[in-house]
DNA sequence: CTAGGGTTAG
C-alpha cells in the first residue's frame, strides 16, 4: 500500500486524483496519515493540499506538527508558517523546542515584531533556556531586525555556543557597521566555519576596506578552509568594486573545475567582476555560456554595456531579452534608460520612454530618476520636468538629475532656483548638485555666481570641491575671456590639474588667441596624454592661425614622430529613427549632392542672419 | 522535524 502511495504521487496527481487518494486513505487505512501527509510536504505543487489535511487531522503530534512547519518554513511560506503555529496554538497543542526555530524565521522574514516579542515570551514561559537551536534562532531573528542588543543577549543565553550562533551575531554587527565589534567574535570564537570567513571578509567589503577583505581571503585559504560559492561570490564583488581583474581571474580560477555546475549567482558575479573591469566581451562570452537566465543576469550584462559607453548593444540585449519572455525589473529598467540617455537620441527617448511609463513603476525613485535624467539629457527637458513634478517622492538624485538637466539645456536660472527649492526642503546637496550648478553659471556666463556656489561648497555645506568642480571653475573662466584667471585658479587649486582642465584652458587659448598659456598648457597635455592627436593638432591649428608657422610645423612634426594617430571624427543626424554619419569630404551617401547643396545653401542663410544682426547693432 | 553568509541600478 505504502510503495503504491509513494509511486501514485510522484505521479503528479491532479488535485481531485488527492482528494480521492486522501479519501481512501481515511477510509481503509487511517493510519497511514502521517505518511501521505509526508509525501504530500515533499514538493511544492502538494504542499497547500498537505496543509488542507494537516487542519482536518484531529490531534495532530509534534512531530507531524513540526514537519509541516519546517516543510513551509523551507519553501519560504512564511505567513503560512505563521498561520499554521497559531491553529496550532489555539488548540492548546504540546509545543516543543523544534517548533521554534521555524516560526522564528518566519516572524523575521515578515518583519513581524510583535509576533516575534511573542513567540520569545512563549520561550520564556515554556522554560526553553540555553537550547543552542532556540537562542539561535533568537538571535538571528533580532539580527533581522536591526536589534544588535536583544541579539547579544539571546547570544549570552547560550552556554556551549557552536560556529552558527558566532556567524549570525557578526553579522549583525556587520550590519550595524561595528566592525570592531564584528572582528572581536571572529578572533575570539573557538571553532570558525568557511561561513564564519564568509561574513567577516563581506563585513569588511560593506564599510569599504576592500584590502583587509583580500587580506583575510589570503589567511582563509592558508588556513586550509574550503572556500565555497559565497565565499567566490563575496570576492568577485570586492574584485569589481576595485577593479582588480587580475584577482578576479585568480578567483575565477577557484571554481573552474566545476564550472558548469556554479550557480546563477556565481555566474552573474563573474559577468559583473568583468563588466567592472571594463572588460564586457569577455563579460558578454560567460553569458552565452549560460544555460539559464534571470532578470539579474540580464539586467547585469545590460548595465554592462550601459556602463562602458556601448549603449546600442545594450538596447540590443534588451530587445533579446524581452524576445525571450524575461520581465524586466527596476534595475533593468535603470540600465535601459541610461543606455538611452548616453544615445541622445529623441526618437529612442521617446519610444523607451513611452514604454517604461508604461509599465506602471510611477512610484519607483530610481526609475523615475532615470526616465527623467534620459528625457533632460536627449533635449525634452519638459517632459523631464513634467516627470519630476509627477513624482511622489523625490531623493538627491531626482533633484541632481534634474538641476543638471535644467543645466545642460541652457535653463541656467531655473536650475539656480530649482537649487534653492532643493534647500527649502532641507535636503542636503552633494558634490553631483554643484557640478550641476556650476555648470548652470558657465553656460550663462554666471562667473560671480559661479564661484559664490563654489565656495559655498566647503564653508556652507560641508564638501570638499573635487576635480571636477574645479574644471567648471576654469571653463566658468574660460568661456567668459578671462583665460588669465583661469590660470591663476589651476595654480592655486589643491590638487594636480588633470586633462580635461589643461584642455579647457588649450581650446580657450585657441579662441582668445593667447599663445603664451597655450604652450603651457599643451605641454602639461603632452606628458599626461602624449596618444591624444587632438592636443598636436589643436596647438598646431592655433600657431598656424597666429602666424607662427614654424611652432605649428614642429607640433605635427613631433606628433609624427610619436606616431601618434589622428582619429577621424564624424559629425551624425538622426532621421526617422535612422543614424547617418558623416566623415569630413565624405561622399559616400546616395544622396550626397542635394545634402552638400542643402549644407551650402544654410551657411548662405547664416551669414545673412548674422549681417542682419550686425546692420541691427550698428 | 531545528540555524548563518552572496549577484543587478539613477
Redesign the pocket.
Known amino acids: 500500500m505504502e510503495q503504491r502511495l509513494i509511486s501514485l504521487l510522484q505521479s503528479s496527481p491532479r488535485l481531485d486524483q488527492l482528494k480521492q487518494i486522501h479519501a481512501l486513505i481515511s477510509r481503509t487505512c487511517p493510519n497511514l496519515t502521517p505518511i501521505f501527509l509526508k509525501l504530500l510536504l515533499n514538493q511544492p505543487a502538494t504542499i497547500r493540499y498537505a496543509r488542507q489535511v494537516f487542519f482536518t487531522v484531529p490531534s495532530p503530534d ?2 507531524i506538527s ?2 509541516v512547519l ?1 516543510a513551509h ?2 519553501l519560504s511560506l512564511h505567513r503560512e508558517a505563521l498561520e499554521i503555529f497559531h491553529h496550532w496554538h489555539r488548540r492548546g497543542a504540546q509545543i ?7 516560526v522564528l ?1 518566519a516572524c ?1 522574514s515578515l518583519a513581524a515584531l510583535d509576533a516575534g516579542k511573542q513567540v520569545h515570551s512563549i520561550v520564556l514561559q515554556l522554560g526553553f533556556f540555553s ?4 537562542h ?2 533568537l538571535v ?1 531573528y533580532y539580527v ?1 531586525n536591526n536589534d544588535v542588543c536583544s541579539a547579544q543577549k539571546a547570544f549570552d543565553e547560550i552556554v556551549d555556543k ?4 558566532y ?2 551575531l557578526i ?1 549583525g554587527y556587520s550590519k550595524s557597521s561595528d566592525v570592531v565589534q564584528a572582528r572581536h567574535l571572529f578572533d575570539t570564537m573557538p571553532q570558525r ?4 570567513w ?2 567577516i571578509i ?1 563585513c569588511y567589503a560593506h564599510q569599504g576596506d576592500f584590502n583587509e577583505a583580500l587580506t583575510l581571503f589570503e589567511r582563509m585559504l592558508e588556513e586550509g578552509f574550503q572556500p ?4 567566490i ?2 570576492l568577485l ?1 570586492i574584485c ?1 568594486k576595485v577593479s582588480d581583474l587580475e584577482t578576479g581571474l585568480k578567483v575565477k580560477k577557484l571554481i573552474d573545475g566545476h564550472h558548469s555546475r556554479s ?4 555566474r ?2 563573474i559577468i ?1 567582476m568583468y563588466v567592472k573591469c571594463g572588460a564586457v566581451d569577455e563579460a558578454r562570452l560567460e553569458f552565452n555560456q549560460m544555460d539559464r537566465r534571470d ?3 540580464w ?2 550584462m545590460i ?1 554592462g554595456y ?2 562602458n559607453g556601448r549603449s546600442n548593444e545594450a538596447l540590443e540585449l534588451f530587445k533579446k531579452m524581452q524576445s525571450e519572455c524575461c520581465e524586466p ?4 529598467l ?2 535601459v ?2 543606455a538611452c ?1 548616453q544615445l541622445g537620441s529623441t526618437d529612442v527617448a521617446e519610444r523607451i520612454g513611452t514604454y517604461v511609463e508604461s509599465l506602471g513603476f510611477t512610484s ?3 526609475v ?3 526616465l527623467l ?1 534620459m528625457y533632460a539629457k536627449c533635449g525634452n527637458i519638459q517632459k523631464a520636468r513634467r516627470i519630476f513634478d509627477e513624482m511622489s517622492q523625490r ?1 538627491i ?2 533633484w541632481n ?1 534634474m538641476i543638471g538637466g535644467l543645466a545642460y539645456n541652457g535653463f541656467a536660472e531655473d536650475a539656480v532656483s530649482l537649487y534653492h527649492e532643493m534647500i527649502q526642503e532641507s535636503l542636503k546637496p552633494n558634490d553631483i548638485t554643484f557640478v550641476g550648478l556650476l555648470t548652470a553659471c558657465t553656460h550663462a556666463g554666471l562667473v560671480d555666481l559661479g564661484l559664490k556656489f563654489f565656495h559655498s561648497m566647503r564653508s556652507e555645506h560641508h564638501t570638499v570641491p573635487k576635480i571636477e568642480h574645479c574644471a567648471c571653475i576654469v571653463d566658468l573662466f574660460c568661456r567668459s575671456g578671462r583665460v588669465d584667471d583661469a590660470y591663476r585658479f589651476i595654480l592655486e587649486m589643491e590638487m594636480k590639474p588633470n586633462v580635461v582642465i589643461w584642455g579647457t584652458l588649450l581650446s580657450a587659448c585657441r579662441i582668445h588667441s593667447n599663445i603664451e598659456l597655450a604652450k603651457i598648457s599643451v605641454a602639461r597635455l603632452l606628458e599626461l596624454e602624449p596618444e591624444n592627436s587632438s592636443n598636436y593638432v589643436l596647438f598646431s591649428n592655433l600657431c598656424a592661425e597666429a602666424g607662427q608657422w614654424e611652432e605649428a610645423r614642429s607640433m605635427r612634426k613631433l606628433m609624427k614622430s610619436k606616431d601618434v594617430q589622428k582619429l577621424a571624427a564624424y559629425s551624425w543626424i538622426e532621421l526617422n529613427g535612422r543614424l547617418n554619419k558623416f566623415l569630413v569630404g565624405d561622399r559616400s551617401h546616395v544622396r550626397c549632392d542635394e545634402i552638400y547643396d542643402t549644407v551650402d545653401e544654410l551657411n548662405l542663410q547664416l551669414k545673412g542672419v548674422h549681417e542682419f544682426y550686425l546692420e541691427e547693432s550698428i
Do not use: G, H, M, R
Open positions: 509534534s512531530l513540526n514537519s519546517s518554513s523551507k516543543t523546542s523544534f517548533s521554534i526555530p521555524s524565521k523575521a537550547n543552542v537551536f532556540i539561535t534562532a538571528d533581522k557552536d560556529p552558527v550562533p556567524n549570525c553579522f566555519t568557511a561561513s564564519s564568509n561574513t563581506a565555497n560559492e559565497i565565499t561570490v563575496v564583488s569589481a550557480s546563477l549567482i556565481v552573474t558575479a559583473e532578470v539579474v543576469a539586467s547585469a548595465a550601459a556602463q525589473n527596476e534595475v533593468t535603470v540600465s534608460l541610461s540617455s519607483s525613485v530610481y523615475n530618476s532615470a535624467d531623493d538624485i531626482s538629475s
